[in-house]
């Protein structure tokens, strides 16, 4: 899996984004920083590279006039990848001049927050205070996520020939039809190719289904052009005629037959010929269809609950011993405390009380020695809920204080200990996703395979990674990317398992930061498409959308005073 960030020059092939998203900017009690009137507000948006954490400008709104109040009208347009921390930041500035250079106008405050805080927020509406003026009150902001929907709209189309061209000599033609979507420079590129109908002039395709972005790039009104061939052996085939339509136009054909007349430029040109057409295609039906998305749910209500179980072992090493792979450096994190924070901050976006179950397995516990595959990191096993990240990390280190790295590796009973609760929320409402990080060989491993797969059947997925230098051959057998996993003569009902060895992911030059961010992308990649895979199978739609937010009335807009309106 590659990697690919906002705003910055990736080191890796760009990764297909997820969906396009528009961020719509509000603010209410904004600084007034002019004397004889109200501020003038613009909001400038930045993104952070994941490498070097850069900040660089992605776009500006406009200027709206004397407004303490703004709703302003220009969009951020953002790809939006789940599998990414993406790290945004909002600067205010009350604008003085004409000047680009916001270094010459008057700082209003600013906002911190990360794409998956956004659409992860009720409705997709997130909320937070100005900061960045010592003692000052710089009021509030409120950006709205909205998912293009031109992006994953599809749609069912089927084409029908009459009184077709004769082409072939010992029999009638050998149709077939090929779709092209025209380019901004009047090219055009082809988009589909439907299956030829032997020896019929006037034949019946199969409906076929295609993006609309593929089709026409989102633009309805963008010419398609529809050429029709006669099909040869040799691949010599012959050109019967074209016609051109467009989205718009085919859509409109929903409620009635579309008739194109094929014509042939060739024989259209030919003045001593009564040329007619060469034929006629009607489109029979145009059935449009939105696909649901990973975002549909989100903002819907559902909730990703995210639990972590942590390898306790002896064979991870002494963890007073910096050889060992739980050692607590004062100076870096270790690969176990590396893959929970990669993994955990992008999580815990969508998780709206932010609080985790954290278990730990094959350790001894005080007072008595005795050994567990499901205990609680906090030590409370009636409620082993962290607050946050930051909450699971200091539980993870005061366990290893406390208890007794021993053995053997069991997953079954973490594994079973969240199918509990996900068995109990089948409805859409809630999805859980386990982290299992291990170092190594797995000692139940037909126990594993049997949680699994029953595990398959629920709202659930797990991340499993690998750390230190082991085998992970049991672990590449639960992925079941090259075979579904199975268990006493039952398949998974879908693959749920995604594994990853953290060594693959570890920059070489040290940067902690990177290692994370390919970790995260490589693990979190598949949940989105797993995610659909249950709702999908068990028909649950997303839950209806909190009411809409209301505005203030709209005030006077000052010129456009942008540098770049940027799409990445």
Known sequence: ????????????????????????????????????????????????????????????????????????????????????????????????????????HD????????????????????????????????????VRAEELSNCRESVMLQ?????????????????????????????????????????????????????????????????????????????GHDFIGEFSTSYREMSRSQSQFHIYEVLNPKKKGKKKKKYLNSGTVTLLSCLVDTELSFLDYIRGGTQINFTVAIDFTASNGNPSQPTSLHYMSPYQLNDYAMALRAVGEIIQDYDSDKMFPALGFGAKLPPDGRVSHEFALNGNPQNPYCSGIEGVMEAYYQSLKSVRLYGPTHFSPVINHVARYASAVMDGSQYFILLIISDGVITDMAQTKESIVNAASLPMSIIIVGVGPAEFDEMIELDGDEERISSQGRYAERDIVQFVPFRDYIDRRGNHILSMARLAKEVLAEIPDQFLSYMRTRGIKPGPLPPPYTPCPPQAIHPLLTRRVSRI
């Open 159 to 235: 084409f029908c020939g009459n009184k077709l061209d004769k082409k072939d000599f010992f029999g009638k033609s050998d149709p077939f039809l090929v779709f092209y979507r025209s380019n901004e420079d009047g090219s055009y590129t082809i988009c589909h190719k439907t299956e030829v109908v032997k020896n019929t002039l006037d034949p019946v395709w199969q409906a076929f289904k295609i993006p609309v972005r593929a089709l026409c790039n989102g633009d309805y009104d963008r010419s398609i052009k529809v050429e029709v061939y006669d099909w040869d052996r040799d691949g």
């Open 1 to 104: 899996m590659n990697m690919a960030c906002i705003g910055d020059a990736d080191p890796f092939t760009a990764a297909i984004p997820a969906t396009k998203v528009e961020l719509t900017v509000s603010c209410r009690n904004l600084l007034d920083r002019d004397t004889f009137s109200k501020s003038d507000p613009i909001c400038v948006l930045y993104t952070q590279g994941i490498a070097n954490r850069e900040w660089r400008e992605f776009g500006r709104t406009e200027v709206i006039d004397n407004t303490l109040n703004p709703d302003f009208v220009r969009k951020f347009i953002l790809d939006y990848f789940f599998e990414e921390r993406q790290n945004l930041r909002f600067d205010l500035y009350d604008l003085d001049s004409k000047s680009d250079n916001l270094s010459k």
């Open 107 to 142: 700082f209003l405050g600013q906002a911190f927050c990360t794409l998956g805080e956004i659409v992860g927020s009720l409705g997709s509406r997130l909320e937070k205070p100005l900061i960045g003026i010592p003692g000052k009150k710089c009021g509030t902001i409120i």
